[in-house]
């Protein structure tokens, strides 16, 4: 089984990468078990710590070596944000990150977010999330976020 991940408007073909972007770790780990899994496949968790360190700390701890974490902190929005913005100081609420997306694109709201107005933004997402933490390991940096581990593991899944 493959699929497919658009990534800067091409059509990047990976061998089966299971990506969950809601749910539990928990969920994850008894898919895994269930489905059909290949050795080389990846099952990757996106998730917002919500500037709760013993969160963050509880999913890295269940997740284990077969579980991918991209932590964003404190939310996922952070991630987006990045597309359009180099943001690097502390927010105090998701909200506040909510706030400052809305503001650098224009139209976005939550639950409505449109993938063409992130694609161009990909590659300098990246850039910035790891010039912010070049590891990807500093979870609770605030801001921070390590989906750009996500988006090289694609590439590097599609052979880029």
Known sequence: MSGCARVEGRCLKWPTLRLITSGSLRRAKRRQLVDDYDDDDQIWCVLDTELDSRLAEAMLAKAGPKVQLALSTPCFDFWLLLHHKDHRAPFQTAGHVEKALKSAVRGWTKGSTRFGDFQDGIEVACQRAKAIDS??????????SSAWKLVESIRASAGE
């Open 135 to 144: 590891d990807g390991n500093d979870d609770m940096r605030n801001p921070s």
